[in-house]
């Protein structure tokens, strides 16, 4: 048997029909763009726990790997003061032309070992293990959890990378940044993968074994990390340094700004929709103010008449809220289904967004019925019993 508020609510179908799409509309547009913005925050802190307390050092001509640097300079940083530990790297994509959205597939050629412990990332294998000493004149491979379900990498067996053949001997588990989307590999292998990428005029004058794309430098626990960048830029030729912090400053205030647009994006759908409510209530009000009258002339308390009201407004926030909540579910799955064999997963959909969601429309639907619902509980009992 229907409460008092749902029977109401059932008098005029279509039109609570079409007051529950408007909230549906509004929190599915929450919970897409919401479950899009957590995705966003997820990939910007995991990589600040990547970056941890280490200074990436690059070539000023064209930082993030366009131009190469020279092995040689690796000695040079580790004897800046303030530096524990340096070692080159080769950090390029796979395919600088490949369209992808999100994270792109990029190759990470080091030396297995060369960090001497200070790595705290918390890397963990599905399958295989990482790469050792023994694999350093080899063509092996550790994958990211995204790029080895695209290639449907198994242990033992090879993918192909820039045209060569590289054994898989692991499988990260997933990190949810951007390990997820590296191929690991020996630094001579990544080396010659490298040069042979570059443009021929540079290509020329490159000698693969004597280059590196970045030096990592791990800071003595008691240096300044921040300090020892400005020092290495200082006394290093031509580079430019990132930290975790500048990291945040740059990359992460953009991330947040676009998180508040896209979220932002699904509230005004969902005030949109709040707005129904108040039109559909007040009507709702109009239409019953002798039912009303007659409530208020037998006894019925003018709080009573309010919480009514308040309620089934409340009652259309919330059908909505959970229509909205698994049509969105319902987006979020197929689009991460969809982008899942590229490793293109763009939405992260948690139990907290959901739950925010839903209560956050059975909230605005009770605010939007406030007004209309107190207006209601003023009608002069006399006046709305006259009211045709």
């Not at 550790?142 to 695209?150: M, Q, S, T, W």
């Not at 109009?286 to 019925?300: D, L, V, W």
């Amino acid at each position: 048997m229907l409460s008092a508020p749902a029977r109401n609510l059932a008098r005029r179908k279509l039109r609570t029909a079409l007051t529950i799409t408007g909230i549906t509309v509004g929190i599915w547009a929450l919970v897409v763009f919401g479950a899009l913005a957590t995705k966003i925050d997820i990939l910007v802190s995991g990589a600040h726990d990547y970056f941890g307390n280490k200074v990436i050092v690059s070539s000023a001509s064209g930082g993030c790997g366009m131009f190469p640097l020279p092995l040689a300079l690796v000695t040079d940083a580790r004897r800046v003061d303030g530096v524990d530990v340096a070692y080159g790297e080769v950090n390029t994509m796979v395919d600088h032309a490949a369209k992808q959205v999100g994270l792109p597939d990029e190759i990470v050629g080091l030396v297995p070992g060369s960090d001497q412990g200070r790595d705290q990332f918390p890397y963990r294998y599905a399958a295989g293990r990482a790469l050792a000493s023994t694999d350093e004149n080899d063509r092996s491979v550790v994958l990211g959890a995204d790029i080895a379900r695209k290639d449907a990498a198994t242990i033992g067996g090879t993918v192909r990378i820039r045209e060569v053949e590289f054994k898989v001997v692991g499988i990260l588990e997933p990190t949810l940044t951007l390990p997820d989307s590296q191929a690991f590999m020996p630094l001579a292998a990544a080396q010659n993968l490298y040069v042979d990428d570059l443009p021929p005029d540079i290509a020329v004058k490159t000698v693969a074994a004597q280059t590196i794309t970045h030096i990592v430098v791990y800071p003595r626990p008691d240096a300044d990390v921040q300090a020892l960048a400005a020092q290495l830029e200082a006394t290093l030729p031509n580079v430019t340094t990132l930290t975790a912090s500048e990291f945040d400053e740059t990359i992460g205030s953009t991330a947040d700004l676009l998180s508040g647009i896209i979220v932002g994006v699904g509230f005004i759908s969902l005030i949109v929709g709040g707005l129904s409510v108040v039109n559909t209530m007040a009507m709702s009000v109009n239409e019953r103010t002798r039912e009303i009258g007659i409530k208020r002339a037998i006894g019925g308390s003018r709080r009573r008449i309010i919480l009514e009201l308040v309620t089934e407004a409340g009652l259309i926030g919330f059908i909505g809220g959970v229509i909205g909540l698994a049509l969105g579910a319902l987006v979020v799955y197929l689009g991460d289904e969809m982008g899942r064999d590229s490793g293109t997963i763009l939405f992260s959909l948690t139990a907290a967004t959901a739950l925010t969601a839903v209560l956050f429309a059975t909230v605005l639907g009770m605010v939007a019925g406030i007004v209309p619902a107190t207006h209601a509980a003023r009608l002069d009992p006399v006046q709305a019993l006259r009211h045709e």
